[in-house]
């Protein structure tokens, strides 16, 4: 009912930017929520920022200061800025969106940062 497609990673060096994208499409108005995650090889998947339908935000500590989540109304779709990348932020980005009882993943988009 929900369908959650990511886009935006790749390749940059240490320090450099990327801005993930989260597009949504079904029912939309369920929504709640949306969270971006991510999984590195031989680690757990984990939480780097959430966006609440109000418009609140959190971010995990290891990206305070460096990530922005937001979202254009216009579409249905929620950004992640990433500034100041670290190699340790390689990964495999997942946009998640919760309603009250359910959650919706994408299929992800890797992000590298090289040394």
């Known amino acids: 009912q929900v369908q959650l497609v990511e886009s935006g990673g790749g390749l940059v060096q240490a320090g450099g930017s990327l801005r993930l994208s989260c597009a949504a499409s079904?029912?939309?108005?369920?929504?709640?929520?949306i969270g971006w995650y991510r999984q590195a090889p031989g680690k757990q998947r984990e939480l780097v920022a959430t966006i609440s339908r109000r418009g609140s935000t959190n971010y995990a500590d290891s990206v305070k200061g460096r990530f922005t989540i937001s979202r254009d109304n216009t579409k249905d779709t929620v950004y992640l800025q990433m500034n100041s990348l670290k190699p340790e932020d390689t990964a495999v980005y997942y946009c998640?969106?919760?309603?009250?009882?359910?959650?919706?993943w994408g299929q992800g988009t890797q992000v590298t940062v090289s040394s």
């Open positions: 079904g029912r939309t108005y369920t929504i709640n929520g």
């Open positions: 998640n969106a919760e309603s009250i009882t359910y959650g919706y």
